[in-house]
């Protein structure tokens, strides 16, 4: 870590055949439960963005009345740099790294960056095929594959996150609104998402 870099989240979003972030958990250990966040500050979509355990690509869709695509900036499977307890995970078992842009259809309008880490020991095959060929959103993979899920935010706050501040257009020092959540089943997490967006104007 750096003056210039305190979450040690590394360079800016690279092209596909770049580095990535940088080790460690990244962007969602630094995120404090509701920090620095006003909520009375926050337009209601933000609000349920934040605390919402559904589908956020349908959230999006539904709220803005396009449909909503994925644009994958990285995809790859890669060992955990550190014992994970949020995925009760050791450090070196194989993980899917994907880091996405929710993106409006019609607008063009980048909605929602977002970071996963999928453990793909626990994925049904159907799911983890899914992941790793095409650029579906996660949670419509688990609504078609009828896998009963929970979704535990875990923290969620006003964090700085170069990386994604890029493909908003904002200056890297811009804090945005960033929550960091689980998806489990059966009693175990599947992955761990972190999420961000800019906050109301």
């Given at each position: 870590?750096?003056?210039?870099?305190?979450?040690?989240?590394?360079?800016?979003?690279?092209?596909?055949?770049?580095?990535?972030?940088?080790?460690?958990?990244?962007?969602?250990?630094?995120?404090?439960?509701?920090?620095?966040?006003?909520?009375?500050?926050?337009?209601?979509?933000?609000?349920?963005?934040?605390?919402?355990?559904?589908?956020?690509?349908?959230?999006?869709?539904?709220?803005?009345?396009?449909?909503?695509?994925?644009?994958?900036?990285?995809?790859?499977?890669?060992?955990?740099?550190?014992?994970?307890?949020?995925?009760?995970?050791?450090?070196?078992?194989?993980?899917?790294?994907?880091?996405?842009?929710?993106?409006?259809?019609?607008?063009?309008?980048?909605?929602?960056?977002?970071?996963?880490?999928?453990?793909?020991?626990?994925?049904?095959?159907?799911?983890?095929?899914?992941?790793?060929?095409?650029?579906?959103?996660?949670g419509q993979l688990?609504?078609?594959?009828?896998?009963?899920?929970?979704?535990?935010?875990?923290?969620?706050?006003?964090?700085?996150?170069?990386?994604?501040?890029?493909?908003?257009?904002?200056?890297?020092?811009?804090?945005?609104?960033?929550?960091?959540?689980?998806?489990?089943?059966?009693?175990?997490?599947?992955?761990?998402?972190?999420e961000g967006f800019?906050?109301?104007?």
């Amino acid at each position: 870590m750096s003056a210039s870099d305190p979450l040690g989240c590394g360079p800016r979003w690279p092209t596909e055949a770049g580095p990535v972030f940088g080790p460690g958990p990244g962007i969602g250990a630094a995120v404090q439960d509701w920090g620095g966040l006003d909520r009375a500050r926050l337009t209601p979509l933000q609000r349920i963005l934040l605390i919402t355990d559904g589908t956020v690509t349908e959230i999006l869709g539904a709220y803005r009345g396009e449909p909503i695509r994925i644009v994958k900036l990285h995809q790859g499977i890669e060992p955990a740099p550190t014992d994970w307890p949020a995925l009760e995970i050791a450090a070196g078992e194989p993980l899917l790294r994907r880091r996405i842009l929710l993106v409006g259809q019609e607008t063009g309008e980048v909605l929602i960056a977002a970071d996963s880490r999928c453990v793909l020991a626990r994925l049904p095959e159907g799911i983890r095929v899914a992941l790793l060929t095409t650029t579906r959103p996660i949670g419509q993979l688990l609504l078609e594959a009828r896998l009963e899920t929970f979704r535990e935010v875990l923290r969620c706050g006003l964090c700085p996150w170069p990386e994604a501040a890029a493909a908003f257009d904002l200056a890297a020092v811009q804090p945005l609104v960033v929550r960091v959540y689980r998806v489990l089943a059966g009693g175990q997490p599947l992955m761990e998402i972190t999420e961000g967006f800019p906050p109301a104007p």
